[in-house]
C-alpha cells in the first residue's frame, strides 16, 4: 500500500478535499482512494463524498461516546459532520453536473395523440418482466 499527494491529479485532489493529506497520519492508502475514484467513474467530488461516507462510519463504530475524567469522545457528532459534508458534495457534484450540462441524456417528448398513446403502452410493456 502507498500515499502519494499530488493536488495535479485525482487521486490527490480526494485527499485534498477529505483532508487526509499528512504522510505521517494516513487515512487511506493511494489504493482505496482509487477505489473510490472507480466507484463513483472518476467523479472527484463524489468520490471524496464515499471516503467522508467511510470515515463516518468508522467514527461512529470506533468512538461511540466515551467520556473519561476530563476527556470526552463523541463519534455520532464527528459521523453526523462528515455525512453532512458528503452531502454537500454530492450536492456540489450534481449542480455542476447542471452547469456542465451533463444532467440527463435524452428527454422524451410526446407531442401528438397518437406519441401520448405509444408512449403509454410503452411505459405499461416496460412493466412486464421479459
Known sequence: MTFTYDVTADLGLVRLIIGDTDSENVIFQDEEVQAFLNMRNGV??????????????????LLKVIRTLDLSTDGPSVGRALRAAAEELRTESAQDDVNNGTGFDIAEIADTTFQRHERRIKQILKTFPS
Open 44 to 61: 472527484v467530488k463524489l468520490a471524496a463524498a464515499s471516503a467522508l461516507e467511510t470515515m463516518a462510519n468508522n467514527q461512529v463504530m
